[in-house]
């Protein structure tokens, strides 16, 4: 055939042109196998010639099947549901199937009647966040199975059902918030009849009975970004210091109309969300939301439709708890005091903020990560810790370092060998956080202490304990190391060789390069250096009127460095070793008077101490 028409070609004609029957193409087309090779070249090479394309409404007839699914959601503006559609495209399209959307614009009285009428179209049913109520919704799924139901439970029912744990995920961005110092805080609720607003509500009430000292005030609103610029002056109106948004929709268009009226958030007000649509990250300011697997849970949904196709039955349902994504729109409340924020804590006395608490887990290995008190200022601001300095970048604010534990360094840097010097040596440990909990001015933290070939030597349990004071604060940090597998021996350069470098132990690298220390024992450092003597202070004539008053361990010398550079903290292995047993215990402690004030001398010092020690009650 050699004349090209503007009509599409007909199976007859490739029957035609292959000298074959249209029965004999039909089934070529469909993939029959029992058809006979030859017959299969020649329809092959008709329907390449003739360029043939079968007609799918013409297939759909012949099988009983139109290889398409139909996917009802409530707002296909929701960033949520377009990622489940992506997921279910991609993975639907490995299978040769296709995916028509249909959206009810949270239209709940026709939700049913389009959700028939799609299912007429196609093979099956996908229902994401459905609002009907459970009884219209089990005749659906009756009606119109195979369906496959997301983000709904629905008991008694055959369908095949993907859901997110909106409980767990509430209760998580209330406790995250409760450790920010957040009392007062308000639910900006989503649609009325949704699921997943009814999950929400659930969580939030476990939490208020968990957790006494929470109040939640329900603002109505429903689930998109307007609903949440239209809730921001009912939330300001609460009276809260932080509020829960039904989605991430709703918490940016609470940011947008906050920005508009010129609340800061989160000083004034702290902002979270649910889902981590991509949007979350890029707002202003970044916003701690809940993840949800959105592409993930529409691939699974293709994977129980499938099988539902195939006449499986459905597996039991799948539950995806989401994960807390900490960003900016989360801070401490205003009136809160002590240590505040359960994925970075800050020491916060008033309106200022005295310390921070870091992690270090992006610390380098060569300076043997740790926890540390990071940013560490009086409360009238006077800066007194330096982190990573450029003479010694293993010094981390106010640490727990040690050179020598059994031959592994806690303390980063080089490490001193007798007849070698200080030399860089491949046996940096580190110090894991395992558990850490906060309460007020309290912080609790279970440390692992784990050598260079990952082995557990030492478990700490760590205290810092902080108070404010008429003029100034203080902490108390103690900790106490237990030995786990094997007998312990801490070293420093000192038993290792090195006259007068005993240093390990709670260190305060301090940031002022200017400073007038004295001690019961003298005020230079030769004096200082080495002494055992209750008390140790500092005082920074370039830096106005600020005292730091280090009260150590009776039984320690102090390392004290103040010509070269200025730190100081009682040593644990001044000029010997130090041994615990298998299973045995270090006890240490330092507690520090941050003072805007200064005291002159050594009795002033005498003088002051009982009256602080009272007042900090540590």
């Known amino acids: ?41 020649k329809v092959n090479r008709a329907v390449a010639a003739l360029n043939y394309s079968p007609s799918e409404a013409a297939r759909s007839l012949v099988r009983g099947s139109s290889h398409t699914i139909a996917l009802l959601v409530p707002d296909l503006e929701n960033p949520l549901f377009q990622g489940v559609l992506k997921g279910l495209t991609v993975a639907a ?154 989605n991430d929709l709703v918490a940016l268009g609470l940011l947008s109309r906050l920005r508009e009226v010129g609340v800061d958030v989160p000083e004034q007000l702290s902002i979270v969300g649910i889902d981590d649509i991509p949007q979350s990250r890029f707002a202003a300011p970044p916003l701690t939301t809940m993840s949800v697997p959105r592409i993930e849970i529409g691939r699974q949904a293709w994977n129980r439709m499938r099988q539902a196709l195939e006449g499986e039955s459905a597996d039991h349902p799948l539950f995806y708890r989401p994960v807390l994504v900490p960003r900016r729109s989360s801070g401490p409340a205003s009136h809160a005091s002590g240590w505040v924020g359960p994925a970075r804590p800050v020491l916060r006395l008033g309106s200022t903020v005295v310390a921070q608490y870091e992690e270090g887990t992006s610390v380098d290995s060569v300076l043997s990560p740790r926890p540390f008190l990071d940013r560490v200022v009086s409360r009238a601001g006077t800066p007194l810790s330096v982190t990573e300095p450029t003479d010694h970048p293993h010094h981390l604010g106010v640490s727990l370092a040690i050179p020598d534990v059994n031959g592994t360094s806690y303390w980063g840097g080089r490490t001193y060998v007798r007849g070698e010097g200080s030399i860089m040596v491949p046996n940096h440990g580190r110090q894991r956080r395992d558990r850490l909990h906060i309460d007020g001015h309290s912080l609790d933290e279970r440390l692992s202490w784990v050598d260079q070939h990952g082995t ?17 604060w203080a902490l108390r940090w103690r900790s106490r190391l237990k030995a786990t597998l094997d007998a312990i021996t801490f070293g420093s350069p000192a038993t290792n060789g090195r006259e007068g470098a005993g240093y390990g132990g709670i260190f305060w690298r301090f940031a002022p390069e200017i400073a007038r220390v004295f001690s019961p024992a003298g005020d230079t450092e030769r004096d200082v250096h080495g002494a055992i003597t209750p008390w140790l202070a500092f005082t920074f004539p370039d830096r106005g009127t600020t005292t730091v008053l280090l009260q150590g361990e009776v039984k320690l010398p102090w390392f ?56 900090a009650g540590l």
């Open 1 to 41: 055939m050699s004349e090209v028409t503007s009509r599409p070609i007909t199976m007859a004609q490739v029957a035609q042109y292959a000298g074959v029957s249209q029965a004999s193409v039909s089934r070529v087309l469909n993939g029959v196998a029992t058809v006979d090779p030859a017959i299969v070249a």
């Open 456 to 472: 557990t030597q030492l478990v700490e349990v760590r205290e810092l304990r902080s108070a404010e004071l008429a003029n100034g």
């Open 560 to 615: 004290v460095r103040f010509a070269e550079y200025l730190g100081a903290g009682p040593a644990v292995a001044w000029d010997s070793p130090r041994m615990i047993p298998e299973g045995g215990e270090l006890a240490l402690e330092l507690t520090a008077f941050v003072l805007d004030e200064e005291l002159a001398d050594a009795s002033a010092v005498e003088a002051a101490l009982p009256g602080l020690r009272a007042e």
């Open 93 to 246: 399209a490995r299978d040769g199937y296709r995916v028509l959307v249909a959206d009810s614009a949270e239209a709940v009285g026709v939700e049913a009647e389009i959700a028939t009428e799609a299912r007429s179209k196609c093979d099956a049913l996908v229902l994401v966040s459905p609002r009907m109520p459970d009884p219209e919704l089990r005749d659906l799924i009756q009606r119109t199975t195979p369906v496959v139901v997301v983000n709904r439970r629905v008991d008694d029912s055959p369908a095949a059902q993907l859901s997110v744990d909106y409980v767990s995920a509430v209760k998580e961005l209330g406790v995250h918030l409760r450790g920010f110092g957040h009392r007062r805080i308000a639910y900006v609720a989503g649609p009325a009849l949704s699921y997943a607003n009814e999950q929400r509500a659930q969580g939030l009430g476990e939490l208020a009975r968990e957790h006494p000292d929470l109040e939640f005030l329900t603002i109505s609103a429903g689930s998109s970004m307007e609903a949440g610029y239209d809730a921001a002056d009912a939330v300001l109106e609460t009276g809260a210091t932080a509020a829960i948004a039904f």
